[in-house]
């Protein structure tokens, strides 16, 4: 009897063990995460755009989880994608510069190195920008099963590249010389293998970093795709239409990946991300819009605006569109003003699929934010603070404190975003002592950047001049 007894205990702990669970402990999830580049935060319809429309973004946040103050790496995009890879903030990362392949330290770990050693299939599809080809940062050599697509952002600018790089082999584009026409659309190519990469993977779990060019680089996209025909017929711009025909055209394509996870009876398996990798740039500007045609960084409900645009540290600069979505763990249609960034992703990553993080990480996870405090089984950590440094810019954030040295021998600035979130008015002499609790934090958080090398940087220039291939004497 006694033993009978002890068995009963035994299973109604282990039951009750099992159902108090996180329930994201129960099976590991699949991880898509698909990044827009240089997206502005207001230039999706569920923000109230008023004239680019993106349907199957607007479902996701519906479905999902979407962010009011989730803030990119960097506002340049090589050094944002090191900051998301490795968990770091960009006073402790080894790409700071947007200048031309500058590469990760060799065995320097990333999200998908951490995933590979949880038997995750890893696969990138897109620009990737933290080693160009003949260095120590090339994907496949951090994590990546597979990377396809651009190594190098300069190449990345063309639609129509002579070749696409698939693990630092040439892959040929059929008729296509570079610059702005060809017969082969880059970009198809690149969603397609990674449409092709979660088929195969259907039966194991995987990491699918889908780092997608629009609507950055040349503005161009083949005249019949559906999405140019919302827009050909406008009055406005060539290059406006363009970039508005591109945005649609990746909300279809995010619209496909959510398609193809429910064909494949993976929806519930897997949780996805999209969010833009910097902040918005103000082109196409003219007199009656001179935060640019399309306003990125101009709320269209309140004019309210953030200040600078890419490559600033203002909130211009850094501000992304976020959205999560994960049915059966996330609740829908929810709106967080949680504030994190870049950093956070690893971790939170990893709390998901149960890896274990890097120690030299600046992250925090948000799984709480995410899936609820009860099921995660601890409250939301929040930052101490939040730091970025990019060409002689500094900026640290300490809840609705931000200190800003907007460059070299130039005054700090200091601003109360929870009453100025356009940061016009500097309140540095009002509240000396939090600029100087600020600025100690900034000289704390800096490291010299040990950069990753190069050991061929032939092959490496030969994709940045791929970008114009046999066109550019043309």
């Not at 994960?326 to 971790?347: E, T």
């Not at 070299?408 to 500097?426: F, V």
């Amino acid at each position: 009897m006694p033993a009978l007894r002890l068995l009963l205990i035994l299973a109604v702990t282990l039951i009750a063990g099992f159902t108090a669970a996180p329930a994201h402990a129960v099976e590991k999830p699949n991880v898509v995460y698909i990044m827009a580049d240089e997206l502005g935060y207001y230039e999706l319809s569920c923000m109230g755009h008023p004239y680019i429309e993106t349907p199957h973004i607007d479902r996701m946040a519906s479905e999902g989880l979407r962010f009011t103050q989730a803030l990119a790496g960097s506002s340049l995009c090589a050094p944002t994608r090191c900051v998301l890879m490795t968990g770091k903030h960009s006073g402790h990362t080894s790409v700071r510069t947007n200048g031309g392949g500058t590469p990760l330290r060799a065995g320097e770990a990333t999200i998908a190195s951490m995933l590979k050693q949880q038997g995750y299939a890893t696969g990138g599809f897109g620009k990737w920008g933290c080693g160009g080809r003949g260095s120590t940062g090339v994907p496949e050599d951090h994590g990546f099963d597979v990377f396809f697509g651009y190594y190098d952002q300069v190449h990345a600018h063309s639609y129509y590249p002579p070749y696409l790089i698939r693990n630092s082999k040439e892959i040929p584009l059929p008729g296509n010389q570079g610059g702005r026409s060809g017969e082969t659309y880059a970009h198809y190519v690149i969603v397609e293998r990674a449409r092709d990469f979660i088929r195969t993977n259907r039966n194991q779990p995987f990491f699918c970093y889908m780092p997608v060019t629009p609507p950055h680089g040349m503005f161009d996209i083949p005249e019949s795709d559906p999405a140019w025909q919302k827009y050909a017929d406008r009055d406005w711009p060539l290059e406006a239409k363009r970039y508005a025909a591109m945005v649609t055209m990746l909300d279809r394509n995010v619209g496909d990946v959510l398609s193809l996870l429910k064909e494949l009876e993976l929806d519930e398996k897997t949780i996805v991300c999209f969010c833009g990798d910097n902040g918005g740039n103000d082109y196409f500007r003219n007199d009656d819009r001179p935060r640019g045609f399309h306003g990125p960084n101009v709320d269209p409900e309140s004019d309210s605006q953030f200040r600078g645009r890419k490559g600033t540290l203002y909130e211009g600069g850094l501000r992304i569109p976020m959205i999560v979505r994960w049915p059966g763990q996330i609740d829908p249609g929810r709106v967080s003003d949680l504030l994190w960034y870049f950093p956070d992703v690893l971790p939170t990553v990893a709390e998901l699929t149960g890896a274990t993080p890097p120690d030299d990480i600046d992250g925090i996870s948000i799984v709480p934010e995410l899936i609820g405090e009860e099921a995660a089984g601890r409250e939301q950590p929040q930052h101490d603070y939040l730091y970025w440094e990019l060409n002689n810019q500094i900026a640290v954030r300490e809840g609705t404190w931000k200190a800003i040295r907007p460059g070299k021998n130039k005054a700090w600035e200091l601003y109360d975003l929870s009453t100025d979130i356009s940061e016009e008015n500097s309140v540095a002499d009002a509240h000396p002592e939090v600029l100087t609790r600020l600025k100690e934090i900034a000289e704390a958080a800096h490291e010299p950047p040990v950069e990753g090398s190069f050991f061929n940087r032939k092959i490496h220039e030969r994709d940045r001049w791929a970008k114009w291939g046999d066109t550019r004497s043309k």
